[in-house]
């Protein structure tokens, strides 16, 4: 086994990553390091930091990170519209790349030669966080706990942290595993490892549930400039400030909830819950703004690659060369995305009742049904024979 003198660990304060501060101690004989990523997932941070510190690291480095996570990372990602399976908006996918990036950073700045992580062998994150250190540096030594340790179950995971006098807050009872930041929560195991179970009703935290929202639709207007929302109700803002005033308006009347039984990429189907509300608003007003703004060909060459990006986000390659190369694709389609797009939402559900654009390709004079003098309809025959000449049985 190679020594390792000194690792970073990706550590959160879960169930996981506080066994893991101990058991590498105990296992390696190594210092211990904690990187925490301030993704705004509104939590106590520097009790945390205090945590690690007092369960085995012997230092600890909180890294805000939220402004470049909307901007260089959720940002373009809206831009490409993408969706996972039909309905996941890939929250925890795209935090993955940047913790892991960061992560590198404290290597490097503390001059540690291994990284270790608590994603399970079972999961996609894994993946996601190995593929970045690969990526940044291509000789990094890899910890994954999961894939070495002795312990088969959360639930072993809870009786070693007993006895260490590690304090958790995962219980044999309720032993969700959640990951929150600034676009969204997901919620899995314990009782939803049952995909005939309905989610309990108490399982909510960035959203109102659709059901007990406000009684009357409430309707917000999103500006674009070049595919980034810019504005809403007429305020410019940045595009933390912007997400954050979303996710408030869509949490209160209960935009974003999903529930997915999803393929992961090992192979195995799980089910997740999600919430993401201010991102379910991005999503469809995106979608409305590129309606107008799009050529037919270019929409439709954009969207037949949606899939595509979407996967190499979930699988975790957002720093290879082909999803790159993708994005400068998308970008450059992002051009005329520049107007305005109204919503309305009312208890769970998004409705798009309005869209603008200088730009816009909408002409009036050739959709109206009413009386114009533009389009000669008797042009259309001669269109539909030729393109039936292949469907014809002579």
């Not at 990523?37 to 941070?45: F, I």
């Not at 406000?214 to 595919?227: L, Q």
């Not at 005329?336 to 798009?352: A, E, P």
Request: with cysteine; proline share 4%.
């Amino acid at each position: 086994m190679k020594e390792i003198r000194k690792v970073v660990v990706a550590y959160s304060g879960g169930l996981d990553t506080s066994v893991i501060l101990s058991w590498l101690k105990e296992k390696y004989g190594c210092e211990v390091v904690a990187f925490i990523a301030d993704l705004g997932q509104e939590e106590d941070l520097g009790a945390i930091k205090a945590k690690a510190l007092k369960t085995g690291a012997r230092q600890a480095y909180i890294k805000d990170v939220k402004d470049v996570f909307v901007s260089d990372y959720l940002f373009p990602m809206l831009r490409a519209d993408a969706v996972y399976e039909g309905a996941y908006l890939l929250g925890t996918s795209i935090a993955r790349p940047l913790i892991a990036k960061t992560q590198m950073e404290v290597v490097k700045e503390v001059g540690a030669d291994a990284v270790a992580h608590g994603a399970t062998g079972k999961g996609n994150d894994q993946v996601r966080f190995e593929l970045t250190y690969y990526t940044i540096d291509p000789k990094i030594h890899v910890i994954a706990p999961w894939r070495e340790w002795e312990f088969k179950s959360r639930t072993h995971l809870i009786e070693y942290s007993r006895k260490h006098n590690i304090p958790v807050a995962a219980t044999k009872d309720k032993p969700y595993s959640s990951d929150r930041n600034i676009f969204h929560i997901s919620y899995e195991g314990g009782i939803l490892e049952d995909p005939w179970a309905e989610p309990p009703s108490d399982m909510y935290t960035l959203m109102t549930p659709a059901e007990s929202a406000p009684d009357r639709p409430v309707y917000v207007e999103v500006s674009y400039e070049r595919g980034d929302p810019v504005a809403v109700d007429g305020k410019r803002m940045r595009p933390l400030e912007l997400l954050q005033a979303l996710n408030r308006i869509g949490g209160e009347n209960g935009i974003g909830r999903v529930d997915l039984v999803e393929n992961r990429y090992v192979g195995i189907k799980s089910r997740g819950v999600y919430e993401t509300p201010g991102g379910t608003i991005l999503h469809h007003a995106h979608r409305a703004m590129e309606s107008i703004t799009l050529d037919r060909e270019v929409y439709h060459m954009k969207d037949s690659m949606v899939t595509r990006y979407a996967e190499m986000v979930y699988y975790g390659y957002w720093f290879s060369p082909e999803r790159m190369a993708l994005q400068k694709f998308i970008d450059e389609t992002q051009g005329n995305v520049t107007g305005d797009v109204r919503l309305k939402l009312y208890k769970g559900n998004v409705s798009i009742v309005g869209r603008r654009s200088p730009y816009s390709l909408y002409n009036l004079s050739l959709a109206t049904f009413e009386e114009e003098y533009v389009y000669d309809q008797k042009d259309a025959e001669g269109f539909i024979k030729v393109n039936a000449l292949r469907l014809k049985r002579f």
